[in-house]
């Protein structure tokens, strides 16, 4: 039962360059979502998708693009990276919106040089 | 401004020394604080969702308390096993969950 699968693990970019980070659930799950985590400033939601179909901004969305390609998968776009992109994403999924608890992948590490 | 905050923020303790880390918030419309466990390199695991004041919930040697302002994770007799960073977040009204910042925990045999 793999839960929560994202891709890449690890991700080196130039400034400017763009990359899509890859998600995929497997539990069935309505809701989905992707964070950025960084050190002192705890989790912050960047785009969540609520149900298949819909997508909406959350907390800091500026800068990323997010698809929600089917009921499983959620991917999440960088057009022109930036060093402030640099962080660790988390996606998620959840079987209602926020009030569920929430399933995690381990994350991609990105770094923008 | 709705706050979520965690304390400490490190807590090393010794194999068997039981303690409690804090969570305090003040948001409005509470719809559930949840608790997750997340070890290094890896995505927060959930724990526990508490809903309402009073209300406790347990799991092995963790605990977790709800008042209408904070949450306690109460961890009795704790094992090396148990170190990591601990999460709080916060449900309220319009979709929203606010996280704190962690509280990382450090269990020596």
């Known amino acids: 039962n793999a839960g929560v699968t994202q891709t890449p693990k690890f991700q080196v970019l130039k400034t400017g360059q763009s990359m899509t980070l890859q998600c995929a659930q497997d539990?069935?799950?309505?809701?989905m979502y992707w964070y950025r985590q960084d050190p002192g400033m705890g989790l912050r939601l960047i785009y969540y998708?609520?149900?298949?179909?819909?997508?909406d901004k959350g907390e800091v969305p500026n800068g990323y693009n997010v698809s929600r390609l089917n009921k499983r998968e959620f991917s999440l776009r960088l057009e022109s990276a930036a060093p402030s992109q640099t962080s660790v994403y988390f996606c998620?999924?959840?079987?209602?919106?926020?009030?569920?608890?929430?399933?995690f992948g381990n994350g991609t590490r990105l770094t923008v040089t | 401004e709705d706050q979520v905050t965690q304390s400490p923020e490190a807590l090393r303790l010794q194999e068997g020394e039981s303690s409690s880390l804090n969570c305090s918030y003040t948001?409005?419309?509470?719809?559930?604080l949840f608790w997750y466990r997340q070890d290094p390199g890896k995505g927060p695991e959930f724990l526990f969702t508490l809903y309402s004041a009073g209300e406790e919930k347990e799991k092995e040697r963790l605990k977790a308390t709800l008042t209408k302002k904070e949450s306690f994770l109460h961890i009795t007799a704790p094992k090396p096993e148990d170190s990591a960073t601990y999460l709080c977040a916060v449900a309220q009204g319009a979709q929203k969950l606010v996280f704190g910042q962690g509280t990382r925990l450090t269990i020596n045999p």
């Open positions: 998620a999924s959840s079987e209602a919106l926020q009030e569920s608890p929430l399933h």
């Open positions: 948001v409005s419309g509470l719809r559930g």
């Open positions: 998708s609520a149900s298949e179909g819909t997508t």
């Open positions: 539990m069935n799950h309505n809701s």
